[in-house]
């Protein structure tokens, strides 16, 4: 058999014990956009027979395993995903192995954002509690690189529950980076976060997030430790959030050599 899923749909949905019994080889191709299994709740998918039978080919922006909601937080190290699948070896690199949605995520070994195939990099997180562990770190040299990233939406009524919260060390090289990143959520930096390409931001807080920095905040040419503002786009306000900001900085910044470091 053949299936295809395509641009904001899903293969399989996941909820309350049903089960799938793949009886003969399939295949599925999973185009952009698309996502091939969806949990709720739970880490385990325990509910796949035969799942040794079927073979996804995933493409670009494709999502493998959309879990929602999990019960129990979720660790990089040991990623919750689709035992026994066979990923086409034709596949794109640019997939998601997870994305998920609320509960808490533990980024608790290091990370090289450089590399596409780290599971990090394989990883998206929405309205999640993120935290880098003390003893790990997040590093990347590319433009645009950001540490830990995580947003809300009209679901999200406090911005206690999404959060960005670096224990650890990440340090970013690349113009244009930025450390942690929120959107109606708290970011926390209680450690070494480094930021120093030309025009990169330590903490990048906006729509109602707060900050705080008990750590080391160290910016580049053109860079800002911390940058807190309502919303970017005037003419596209953003439907949650309380357009306030809430900065607190115990720590240190430090520019390192250039110049108009805020």
């Keep these: 058999a053949g299936l295809t899923v395509g641009d904001k749909s899903l293969l399989f949905y996941n909820e309350g ?38 073979t996804v080919k995933m493409e670009d922006n494709s999502t493998l395993l959309m879990l929602a909601e999990p019960l129990v937080p979720v660790y990089l190290s040991s990623l919750p995903g689709v035992t026994g699948i066979n990923i086409d070896p034709s596949s794109s690199t640019n997939y998601k192995k997870l994305s998920q949605y609320k509960g808490q995520f533990f980024i608790d070994k290091n990370v090289s954002l450089d590399n596409p195939t780290d599971d ?3 990883t998206s997180l929405i309205s999640t ?17 950001v540490g830990i990233k ?44 480094s930021v120093t390409g030309t025009k990169g931001v330590g903490i990048f807080a906006e729509n109602g997030s707060a900050v705080s920095n008990t750590g080391n905040i160290t910016i580049g040419n053109k860079g800002a430790g911390i940058y807190a503002v309502s919303f970017q786009d005037a003419g596209n306000e953003p439907l949650f959030g309380d357009k306030k900001i809430n900065v607190t900085n115990s720590g240190s910044i430090t520019a390192n050599a250039g110049t108009q470091a805020v």
């Design 129 to 145: 509690k993120t935290e880098l562990m003390s003893g790990n770190s997040i590093a990347g040299s590319r433009t645009g690189q």
């Design 120 to 122: 990090y990099v394989q």
């Design 17 to 54: 014990g049903a089960q799938v019994d793949f009886q003969g080889a399939t295949t599925a191709h999973i185009k952009s956009g698309g996502t091939a299994f969806y949990s709720k709740g739970t880490t385990a998918l325990t509910d796949y027979l035969n799942i040794n039978n079927l």
């Design 150 to 193: 995580t947003g809300a939406n009209t679901a999200i009524t406090t911005n206690t529950d999404v959060s960005a919260v670096n224990n650890g060390i990440i340090n970013l090289s690349g113009d244009s980076s930025v450390g942690l990143y929120t959107n109606y959520g708290t970011n926390t930096n209680n450690s070494s976060l």
